[in-house]
């Protein structure tokens, strides 16, 4: 003899079926929920120069933008190539070139104390 199967195991069987598969749609990443870089930076400045900055890391492109020009010749950071970062007594620095790393290590106060008066 055969057993029927309820009525009401069939609906909740559906249920489930239907749940279950909106749940996987939900987990699907949607296009307004992606983050897009912020290249915010990017404004006002030479195309070279955010050819330049571009080469930094997004740490460093931050410290970089914040110190805005080298210490030892007063030239917009990125003018000269990618900006190189030295640390002197303890902080990282950024130059316009490496050319000037042998001054800022040669008066390293000096230089130091104008970047923060910057």
């Not at 990443?29 to 006002?44: C, F, H, L």
């Not at 933008?65 to 080298?70: H, S």
Request: aromatic fraction near 4%.
């Amino acid at each position: 003899m055969k057993k029927a199967i309820h009525p009401l195991f069939v609906v909740l069987l559906g249920v489930a079926t239907i749940l279950g598969c909106s749940a996987k749609d939900d987990a699907q990443p949607s296009a307004t929920t992606t983050s897009q870089p912020d290249n915010s930076w990017k404004e006002g400045l030479d195309e070279d120069v955010v050819k330049d900055l571009s080469q930094l890391s997004d740490a460093d492109r931050v410290a970089a933008l914040a110190q805005k020009v080298c210490p030892v010749s007063d030239k917009p950071l990125g003018s000269m190539g990618k900006p190189p970062k030295v640390t002197v007594e303890g902080q990282e620095v950024f130059l316009c070139c490496d050319g000037c790393e042998e001054e800022v290590r040669k008066d390293a106060s000096k230089y130091l104390a104008k970047l923060k008066s910057n």
